[in-house]
């Protein structure tokens, strides 16, 4: 399966405390999206990268937040002291590839990991 | 900036009957549109997109949409429902630039579709 995955699904952790999630976009795509799905709502965008290059961050990415791209390939997200309202599922995408497709914005989805704070 | 309303959060539809997920969007300028299915515990699969040309764009699964410019909709349609429709669809939005690239992609509430047996 050359599809993005995520790891962990699933993950459970108590207030207070930092996670890391990681994402695996499709290996030829140079752009990689993070967005975050709470229940009843549509993904709400997070952040995104240019190969290693973070373009753009929502409001939404609070200081508690890091995400990083290192070498233009995975990307991990980290939410440090967790509250309760970062229970969500976490989405990441990617996009692209060696040529600009005009107008080409199809986003593959990863599985999401769902977070819950306890 | 645009935004995106779906107003029906769900809709109950016979199986084999016919059905219209309708989706509204404001945009300033010209824009892209597509139109996402989520699967329980999954992440988004693209059904269909609107980039240019035909205003009627099929997708798969034997979903259509059409674009309409005046009345500033995009509502997804399909002539005979399965049960394994049974999911949460999502309307999304993005603008149409001249140049390829990084478009932000916005999205809706998503309407769920449940196919009655």
């Known amino acids: 399966d050359t599809g993005v995955s995520q790891d962990p699904r699933h993950k459970i952790t108590k207030r207070g405390q930092n996670v890391t999630f990681r994402c695996d976009p499709i290996?030829?795509?140079?752009?990689l999206y993070w967005y975050r799905q709470t229940l009843g709502q549509g993904p709400e965008f997070l952040t995104y990268?240019?190969?290693?290059?973070?373009?753009?961050k929502s409001r939404l990415l609070s200081d508690r937040f890091s995400a990083e791209r290192p070498k233009g390939s995975f990307s991990t997200l980290e939410i440090q002291r967790t509250e309760q309202g970062d229970s969500a599922m976490y989405l990441c995408a990617s996009s692209g590839g060696d040529r600009l497709s005009i107008g080409d914005n199809e986003q593959f989805f990863g599985p999401g990991t769902r977070l819950t704070v306890l | 900036a645009q935004s995106v309303t779906q107003l029906d959060s769900q809709v109950p539809v016979f199986e084999e009957a016919p059905v219209e997920l309708r989706c509204n969007y404001s945009?300033?300028?010209?824009?892209?549109l597509f139109w996402y299915v989520q699967y329980p515990n999954q992440g988004l699969q693209l059904l269909l997109k609107y980039l240019s040309g035909s205003t009627l764009v099929k997708g798969i699964n034997g979903f259509e949409a059409e674009f309409n410019k005046s009345q500033t909709s995009f509502h997804l349609r399909k002539p005979s429902v399965h049960i394994s429709d049974t999911a949460e669809y999502f309307c999304a939005v993005s603008l149409s630039l001249s140049f390829g690239g990084y478009q932000k992609v916005t999205f809706g509430t998503g309407t769920k579709l449940q196919v009655i047996p």
């Open positions: 290996s030829e795509h140079n752009r």
């Open positions: 945009s300033s300028v010209s824009v892209y």
């Open positions: 990268f240019q190969n290693e290059a973070q373009l753009e």
